[in-house]
């Protein structure tokens, strides 16, 4: 995947996980994208375990697949940062 697309389906996919998670939002723009881009490797990791195909480029699946993983990377936040407080 490209770097412009990996950034786009990174934006989506954080954007979308943070409508899904509620919670405080630990950033704005540039660390949704990096969740989201982080996310995409999360998600395509559990689907590729799952013998699915990954993040494979600008198309629905791939947001889909990183919102996933974001909404994943979210939740775990969420369960440290109350642990910590």
């Known amino acids: 995947m ?10 989506i996919a ?3 996980a943070r409508r899904i998670v509620p919670g405080p939002d630990p950033g704005r723009f540039v660390v949704t994208v990096l969740l989201g ?3 995409a ?12 195909s990954g993040a494979t480029g600008f198309n629905v699946w ?6 996933l993983g974001a909404v994943v990377l ?3 936040y ?3 940062a109350r642990q910590t407080v």
């Open 37 to 39: 881009m982080a996310g």
């Open 14 to 16: 954080g954007f979308l």
């Open 74 to 76: 979210l939740y775990l």
């Open 41 to 52: 490797s999360v998600g395509g990791f559990v689907v590729g375990v799952l013998g699915g």
């Open 2 to 11: 490209g770097l412009i697309s990996w950034v786009v389906v990174g934006a």
């Open 78 to 80: 969420g369960l440290i």
């Open 62 to 67: 791939s947001v889909l697949v990183a919102t």
